[in-house]
């Protein structure tokens, strides 16, 4: 009794384990399964496609925040394509088309194959597309007539005898079922490819042969063994920088957590790197003059890789990406920022590297890193308004007072595009690490109707430069702009500016002119002293500031006086500045006028420059480097015959259609035959409804028909 027991407990649990693996078998094969997966990718894709991926991690900080930052990352978002839950989603899908494939194609190609003529003389009456009729003629004449007539219409036919009748089976598109595989087949094909050409070798590397990304600084040659990929990876996708001159025979494929090296089975030799401008400045080609030596059997050639002429050999293809500074060599001139001192200095730097600021004073504590040169910078610059802002970040002054701040507090827009230049980007990092980022133009710039020179500025990576800009004097220089500059934040030269003021616009000694004169002079004196700031504002915003104690409807009239006294003595202070150093007063006319009210505008602006230098591109020797995408994707010709296949699946699908028929003809009594007509099709449309009409037709006409 025990061991029968234990025998039935055994089955009952055999059976269940056997529905289970069915019933899952059945739902991985199932079309809502697989609907649900093709769901979850086309989610993962549309993410993928709105949120720039593989991007440096500070950037998605900037963009989101702390808290989404980390949330964002725990979902691995940020490199969606190459995550575990989309690889085993597309995984999921393979399983799910391939069972159902496994399950479904046996039975779609027997059927292509078989002629359904097991059916019976009443099934054909059951069906809805039926005709039947009589002749008098034999069965055999009568099999022969509708045989050609059915074979005309391009059926493939086949004739069976039985139960003293004769069955004529036909049928035409049958090969539509290979539209269905095919279909399903290319997705299999097609997720393959796809995960081959995946980063899931990558993991795999890392995961079987201890492989980790390499993070810091250092020479590619000495970068450890468990950082680099060998030359057997069967994919890949990375990118080289090649300066002129210079060669590489590895590819730098980036990682959330670091990079690693791929080594090539070939060293890439920049001989020259082309780049033509279109008449804008805007780049319309650019290409690489290589020579590649083959690591295996030392052959040499040459190459010319242009933007979609990608270089072919060994399996790898190397594609034009885009361009970088390769180190050029830079001669600028620095004027300092702060302090009443004016005086230039020279620097010398190279892109990529640093170089002390040697400078006296506060500038002694920065270090210049130099990020990056461009001998062709494309800008807005249209006539009424172009895309560079002030760099005073504050917007909240008065409308009254805004007339007053010229163009270098104001945005517009523009639609023109422009060469202005050369230009330098670089970094000034501070003792305790933190850095500003400044963009300097070499040359002056046209922008309403003035030549100014461009200062950007931004505080992260994530900000856009905002614009100081600096007006030209008569030599095109910015001498002018700071020896002004230093002259606004001495004060004895302030004091001496607001004594000649007052003289100029009092001239005369008569009685009660002496106290005006000094009333006058003490407003100038203040007026300057206030723009000149008090270590908390400085500029228009301390004049705002200074405006608001005034009762609102006295504002306008009082900004209006303010700026006369202000910007009359800050000539007085020009020309003073001017004779202290030995140089001529210069003329008062529109044209200078003009100049001291964008200078004037620049000093405001340049409380918040935020630097204590402002360094002037000079001179520099220009060294390009080519920046190479180097890929392996053996998943891209697998990818290429899965389209194709689902191409031809769609086109048998939706363009193939099968129609079967079946012609029952017996012997009548008496002479004569009988035939029964059924016609089939697997999609009911009005094309079916007339070919049935005709197709009945043309049966009918055999002899003399009786309906």
């Given at each position: 009794?025990?061991?029968?027991?234990?025998?039935?407990?055994?089955?009952?649990?055999?059976?269940?384990?056997?529905?289970?693996?069915?019933?899952?078998?059945?739902?991985?094969?199932?079309?809502?399964?697989?609907?649900?997966?093709?769901?979850?990718?086309?989610?993962?894709?549309?993410?993928?496609?709105?949120?720039?991926?593989?991007?440096?991690?500070?950037?998605?900080?900037n963009q989101f925040g702390p808290f989404w930052f980390e949330v964002f990352s725990k979902l691995n978002l940020y490199a969606v394509?190459?995550?575990?839950?989309?690889?085993?989603?597309?995984?999921?899908?393979?399983?799910?088309?391939?069972?159902?494939?496994?399950?479904?194609?046996?039975?779609?190609?027997?059927?292509?194959?078989?002629?359904?003529?097991?059916?019976?003389?009443?099934?054909?009456?059951?069906?809805?597309?039926?005709?039947?009729?009589?002749?008098?003629?034999?069965?055999?004449?009568?099999?022969?007539?509708?045989?050609?007539?059915?074979?005309?219409?391009?059926?493939?036919?086949?004739?069976?005898?039985?139960?003293?009748?004769?069955?004529?089976?036909?049928?035409?598109?049958?090969?539509?079922?290979?539209?269905?595989?095919?279909?399903?087949?290319?997705?299999?094909?097609?997720?393959?490819?796809?995960?081959?050409?995946?980063?899931?070798?990558?993991?795999?590397?890392?995961?079987?042969?201890?492989?980790?990304?390499?993070?810091?600084?250092?020479?590619?040659?000495?970068?450890?063994?468990?950082?680099?990929?060998?030359?057997?990876?069967?994919?890949?996708?990375?990118?080289?920088?090649?300066?002129?001159?210079?060669?590489?025979?590895?590819?730098?494929?980036?990682?959330?957590?670091?990079?690693?090296?791929?080594?090539?089975?070939?060293?890439?030799?920049?001989?020259?790197?082309?780049?033509?401008?279109?008449?804008?400045?805007?780049?319309?080609?650019?290409?690489?003059?290589?020579?590649?030596?083959?690591?295996?059997?030392?052959?040499?050639?040459?190459?010319?890789?242009?933007?979609?002429?990608?270089?072919?050999?060994?399996?790898?293809?190397?594609?034009?990406?885009?361009?970088?500074?390769?180190?050029?060599?830079?001669?600028?001139?620095?004027?300092?920022?702060?302090?009443?001192?004016?005086?230039?200095?020279?620097?010398?730097?190279?892109?990529?590297?640093?170089?002390?600021?040697?400078?006296?004073?506060?500038?002694?504590?920065?270090?210049?890193?130099?990020?990056?040169?461009?001998?062709?910078?494309?800008?807005?610059?249209?006539?009424?308004?172009?895309?560079?802002?002030?760099?005073?970040?504050?917007?909240?002054?008065?409308?009254?007072?805004?007339?007053?701040?010229?163009?270098?507090?104001?945005?517009?827009?523009?639609?023109?595009?422009?060469?202005?230049?050369?230009?330098?980007?670089?970094?000034?990092?501070?003792?305790?690490?933190?850095?500003?980022?400044?963009?300097?133009?070499?040359?002056?710039?046209?922008?309403?109707?003035?030549?100014?020179?461009?200062?950007?500025?931004?505080?992260?990576?994530?900000?856009?430069?905002?614009?100081?800009?600096?007006?030209?004097?008569?030599?095109?220089?910015?001498?002018?702009?700071?020896?002004?500059?230093?002259?606004?934040?001495?004060?004895?030269?302030?004091?001496?500016?607001?004594?000649?003021?007052?003289?100029?616009?009092?001239?005369?000694?008569?009685?009660?002119?002496?106290?005006?004169?000094?009333?006058?002079?003490?407003?100038?004196?203040?007026?300057?002293?206030?723009?000149?700031?008090?270590?908390?504002?400085?500029?228009?915003?301390?004049?705002?500031?200074?405006?608001?104690?005034?009762?609102?409807?006295?504002?306008?009239?009082?900004?209006?006086?303010?700026?006369?006294?202000?910007?009359?003595?800050?000539?007085?202070?020009?020309?003073?500045?001017?004779?202290?150093?030995?140089?001529?007063?210069?003329?008062?006319?529109?044209?200078?006028?003009?100049?001291?009210?964008?200078?004037?505008?620049?000093?405001?602006?340049?409380?918040?420059?935020?630097?204590?230098?402002?360094?002037?591109?000079?001179?520099?020797?220009?060294?390009?480097?080519?920046?190479?995408?180097?890929?392996?994707?053996?998943?891209?010709?697998?990818?290429?015959?899965?389209?194709?296949?689902?191409?031809?699946?769609?086109?048998?699908?939706?363009?193939?259609?099968?129609?079967?028929?079946?012609?029952?003809?017996?012997?009548?009594?008496?002479?004569?035959?009988?035939?029964?007509?059924?016609?089939?099709?697997?999609?009911?449309?009005?094309?079916?409804?007339?070919?049935?009409?005709?197709?009945?037709?043309?049966?009918?006409?055999?002899?003399?028909?009786?309906?």
């Amino acid at each position: 009794m025990t061991s029968e027991t234990e025998t039935s407990t055994g089955g009952w649990e055999l059976q269940t384990s056997r529905r289970w693996l069915a019933d899952g078998v059945e739902l991985l094969s199932s079309m809502r399964f697989a609907i649900s997966l093709l769901t979850l990718i086309s989610i993962a894709s549309i993410i993928g496609t709105v949120l720039k991926q593989n991007e440096p991690m500070t950037n998605y900080v900037n963009q989101f925040g702390p808290f989404w930052f980390e949330v964002f990352s725990k979902l691995n978002l940020y490199a969606v394509y190459s995550t575990w839950w989309f690889l085993v989603i597309m995984g999921f899908l393979v399983v799910s088309t391939s069972l159902c494939l496994l399950r479904n194609a046996p039975k779609m190609l027997k059927d292509m194959r078989s002629w359904r003529e097991n059916v019976r003389e009443q099934s054909l009456r059951n069906f809805h597309h039926k005709a039947e009729w009589r002749v008098d003629i034999s069965r055999a004449a009568l099999t022969a007539q509708t045989l050609a007539r059915v074979t005309a219409n391009g059926y493939k036919t086949k004739i069976v005898e039985k139960e003293n009748a004769t069955l004529i089976a036909a049928k035409q598109g049958a090969g539509n079922k290979w539209g269905y595989i095919f279909a399903h087949a290319s997705i299999v094909i097609i997720c393959l490819g796809g995960l081959l050409d995946s980063d899931l070798p990558i993991r795999i590397q890392k995961l079987l042969f201890d492989k980790t990304p390499f993070i810091g600084n250092g020479i590619i040659a000495q970068i450890p063994e468990q950082h680099r990929l060998g030359l057997g990876n069967p994919t890949f996708r990375g990118n080289t920088l090649i300066p002129e001159g210079s060669s590489s025979s590895t590819a730098i494929i980036s990682q959330q957590d670091g990079v690693l090296i791929q080594d090539l089975p070939f060293t890439i030799q920049l001989k020259r790197f082309i780049i033509d401008y279109y008449s804008t400045g805007m780049p319309k080609l650019f290409a690489s003059e290589v020579v590649v030596t083959d690591h295996e059997n030392g052959k040499v050639f040459p190459a010319t890789i242009k933007v979609n002429e990608p270089l072919i050999y060994r399996g790898v293809a190397v594609y034009q990406s885009s361009f970088e500074d390769g180190g050029s060599k830079l001669k600028v001139v620095g004027y300092p920022m702060q302090g009443v001192v004016h005086n230039s200095f020279s620097l010398q730097g190279e892109v990529g590297g640093s170089t002390p600021l040697a400078a006296s004073g506060k500038n002694a504590d920065y270090t210049v890193e130099w990020s990056g040169f461009r001998a062709f910078n494309v800008e807005n610059m249209a006539k009424n308004g172009q895309d560079v802002r002030a760099v005073n970040p504050n917007q909240g002054l008065s409308s009254s007072f805004d007339k007053h701040l010229g163009s270098a507090a104001k945005t517009a827009n523009n639609k023109d595009l422009k060469n202005v230049g050369p230009s330098v980007q670089y970094k000034l990092r501070d003792r305790n690490g933190q850095a500003r980022e400044y963009h300097n133009y070499m040359q002056p710039v046209l922008v309403d109707g003035a030549y100014v020179f461009l200062a950007g500025m931004r505080e992260s990576p994530a900000d856009q430069f905002r614009f100081l800009r600096i007006p030209a004097d008569e030599n095109d220089t910015v001498d002018e702009w700071m020896r002004l500059r230093g002259a606004i934040l001495n004060p004895q030269l302030r004091e001496l500016a607001a004594q000649r003021y007052a003289q100029r616009a009092l001239p005369e000694a008569r009685d009660g002119v002496s106290a005006l004169r000094a009333q006058l002079q003490a407003s100038a004196l203040k007026g300057l002293t206030i723009f000149a700031g008090d270590g908390q504002d400085a500029g228009y915003i301390a004049v705002s500031k200074f405006l608001e104690r005034i009762p609102a409807q006295d504002q306008e009239k009082a900004a209006d006086i303010f700026m006369k006294i202000m910007n009359g003595s800050m000539w007085d202070l020009w020309q003073i500045a001017r004779e202290k150093e030995g140089l001529k007063p210069v003329e008062l006319d529109e044209k200078h006028g003009r100049f001291l009210q964008l200078a004037t505008n620049a000093i405001s602006d340049s409380f918040f420059y935020g630097a204590p230098v402002y360094l002037q591109l000079q001179g520099f020797d220009e060294v390009k480097a080519s920046v190479l995408q180097v890929t392996r994707s053996p998943g891209k010709n697998i990818v290429y015959f899965g389209c194709l296949l689902l191409v031809l699946g769609v086109f048998s699908m939706f363009y193939i259609r099968e129609r079967r028929v079946w012609v029952w003809i017996k012997s009548e009594e008496g002479g004569g035959a009988h035939a029964i007509m059924a016609m089939s099709s697997q999609r009911k449309t009005l094309d079916f409804e007339k070919e049935f009409e005709v197709f009945k037709q043309q049966l009918l006409q055999a002899g003399p028909a009786q309906k």
